[in-house]
């Protein structure tokens, strides 16, 4: 799924050549996942008309809904937070130098939930975008001021928040769409972005999460692209959320990004399962929480073949029971509740 705005479709549909594989077979060297290990979080969704269940809860929650949100998402057992955007519309999430801020209920969101986040162990994958047209990911990735503009709010993050202990690494939000192989385009944008967090940041990991998973070709000139793309994991998105694959395609396309990543031996295979569904046909309606049933069994199909499972997103889809920080529809808390009873998450 396209991020930003839900609403970019792949021209290319035909899965690539699969190897043999079996549903749920185990690695001799690694347990299958039985958890979820992480999520998106946002403070507000760059597509409003697509987030009409949320954006509005969201923008006027105060710092303790904030605090309280972290608080509910660690009591379920998640430990990677995925910052999916820090700045949209020319305005930045958090008090900058470089942007107005957006309004929002609390003060300074951004220091809030690192706050918490520091208290309950999670780790923060802060994003470093959108400065610039969110819309046009082609322009963001190539353009030079953009580009200059988002090396600056990286150092300003740093200076501003890099103290925190849940600063784990960062995440950039311009997501390709993969038509057998990546764009050079977005593997320059992508190993620009890395120069300059390796610096800020040395111990500090970095994480994409590109689309267009089901259209790779396991070939050589994927693997060398493995290669070259500075980052430390790669988190597929499904795009069962999105309609473009089928739950029963799952395992033998993250088999084949398993054994195709072991052999770069370079960044880790993670899985970015959508959990919404549209409330009708895709990118032309609203989406909501995913029929608990469906998402369960997303889950255990990626579940043999990656080292985590993060889910698009906790924010808005899924909410605890009663919860003082509550965003999104009456559905979120029933696949909450699905959620926990069948134990891919916890609550403590």
């Known amino acids: ?58 923008l006027l929650f105060t710092a303790e809904q904030w605090e309280d949100k972290i608080r509910e998402i660690a009591a379920c057992g998640m430990r990677y937070l995925v910052l999916f955007d820090v700045a949209a519309y020319d305005q930045t999430f958090y008090p900058s130098e470089l942007r107005p ?11 809030t939930v690192l706050t918490a986040a520091d208290k309950h162990d999670l780790m923060f994958f802060v994003a470093n975008d959108f400065f610039g047209n969110w819309r046009d990911s082609l322009e963001m990735m190539s353009d030079d001021d953009v580009h200059r503009l988002r090396v600056k709010a990286m150092h300003e993050l740093v200076s501003k928040y890099g103290r925190h202990k849940s600063f784990y690494g960062w995440y950039y939000p311009n997501e390709t769409g993969i ?12 190993n620009r972005c890395s120069a300059e967090a390796r610096k800020l940041t040395p111990q500090g990991k970095i994480l994409i999460a590109p689309y267009g998973t089901r259209n790779i070709s396991f070939d050589d000139r994927y693997l060398d692209q493995l290669h070259r793309l500075d980052v430390d994991y790669i988190a597929y998105q499904d795009e069962v959320g999105v309609q473009k694959t089928q739950v029963e ?25 959508e959990i919404f569904a549209f409330s009708g046909e895709a990118y032309t309606s609203n989406p909501g929480p995913a029929p608990s049933e469906r998402v369960i069994k997303q889950l255990e199909a990626v579940a043999p073949f990656v080292e985590k499972i993060l889910i698009y997103e906790y924010i808005g889809l899924l909410n605890r029971p009663g919860s003082k920080s509550f965003a999104g529809n009456p559905e979120s808390t029933q696949l909450y509740q699905d959620l926990l009873k069948s134990k891919w998450i916890e609550e403590c």
Not at 19 to 25: D, F, H, M, R
Not at 179 to 190: A, K, N, P
Request: aromatic share 14%.
């Open 101 to 111: 801020q957006f309004r929002l209920g609390c003060d300074d969101p951004l220091e």
């Open 179 to 190: 038509r057998e192989h990546y764009e050079d385009l977005y593997i320059h944008y992508v």
């Open 1 to 58: 799924m396209k991020r930003r705005d839900f609403l970019s479709i792949l021209g290319v549909s035909a899965l690539p050549t699969l190897l043999p594989t079996t549903w749920g077979e185990e690695s001799p060297d690694r347990p299958v996942l039985d958890k979820i290990e992480g999520c998106w979080f946002e403070f507000q969704h760059p597509s409003f008309t697509e987030t009409k269940y949320w954006n509005a809860d969201l």
């Open 249 to 273: 395609e799952l395992p033998a396309i993250f088999e084949n990004l398993r054994k195709i990543h072991e052999k770069a031996g370079r960044s880790k295979l993670w899985a970015d399962v």
